[in-house]
């Protein structure tokens, strides 16, 4: 017999680590990338000892996508990740255009954003 499973297909609440939603974590990604990827680890860290799991795009599609020639195919698939996700995190002051299309998908899919400031994530 295995762990229950609730209605979501998830473990139950009763199992080692209960009900713990996807969010979507947006931050920068170009410019300083060796930064910015820093802090995107950063940022999912908040997210995972919150309870959440994080998705990170930006972390993962660089592992195999090249930014300069598949950007259109990584934002698209960004898009697709995001009407999976319960929760929107944007992370940080700075909003890239990028960003921008990320935050009004979410909106115009009436999912939750919400908006951390770096200070947050440092001081916690």
């Known amino acids: 017999m295995g762990v229950p499973m609730n209605a979501e297909g998830y473990p139950d609440k ?3 680590f209960g009900y713990r939603p996807l969010i979507y974590v947006c931050s920068p990604f170009s410019g300083d990338v060796e930064g910015n990827t820093k802090r995107a680890r950063r940022y999912s860290r908040y997210a995972v000892d919150r309870g959440y799991i994080p998705i990170a795009p930006h972390l993962l ?10 950007r259109e ?6 898009l697709v990740i995001l009407d999976r996700c319960r929760e929107f995190w944007v992370f940080g002051s700075k909003v890239t255009g990028g960003m921008q299309r990320e935050i009004a998908r979410a909106k115009q899919k009436g999912i939750k954003v919400r908006y951390i ?6 001081t916690k």
Do not use: G
Request: charged share 35%; with cysteine.
């Open 61 to 70: 599609l660089p592992q195999y996508m090249e930014e300069e020639t598949e």
């Open 73 to 78: 195919l990584a934002m698209f698939m960004d």
């Open 117 to 122: 400031a770096e200070e947050e994530v440092c």
């Open 14 to 16: 009763a199992s080692r």
